[in-house]
């Protein structure tokens, strides 16, 4: 079975609440990789009859990589705050399910 990875861009909408105020909006363009795997073919009949509908391609996400944070006012490179990149990267790939990345993925291409 080949495997092949293929990356997309992404850009993320995060609200941040604020006490008495309103909400402080961030947007966060970040590197999606995904690991493609492609499905099985339809098998129409066996010898004994039966068959096989086959499968879907898949999708897993492996990678997620915030690039740049842009707010209101200020925009901030990940070279000059790489802890606060890495806890983004981290806290963005837990915060959705499997099957959510795969849907963006097919949805993007």
């Known amino acids: ?9 992404h850009t993320f909408e995060i609200e941040l609440p604020r006490k008495n105020q309103k909400s402080f909006w961030l947007t966060a363009e970040a590197t999606l ?15 004994d009859g039966s068959g096989y509908p086959g499968s879907s391609d898949r999708a897993e996400l492996c990678d997620l990589t915030v690039n740049r944070i842009m707010g209101e006012e200020d925009e901030l490179e ?14 963005l790939r837990e915060s959705q399910n499997a099957s959510y990345w795969e849907t963006l993925f097919f949805d993007k291409n």
């Not at 079975?1 to 861009?9: A, E, L, S, V």
Request: charge should be positive.
């Open 1 to 9: 079975m080949t495997r092949t990875t293929q990356n997309i861009g």
């Open 33 to 47: 990789q995904f690991e493609l795997k492609p499905g099985e073919p339809r098998v129409i009949y066996y010898k």
């Open 78 to 91: 990940r070279r000059d705050f790489p802890e606060l990149f890495a806890y983004l990267d981290k806290t």
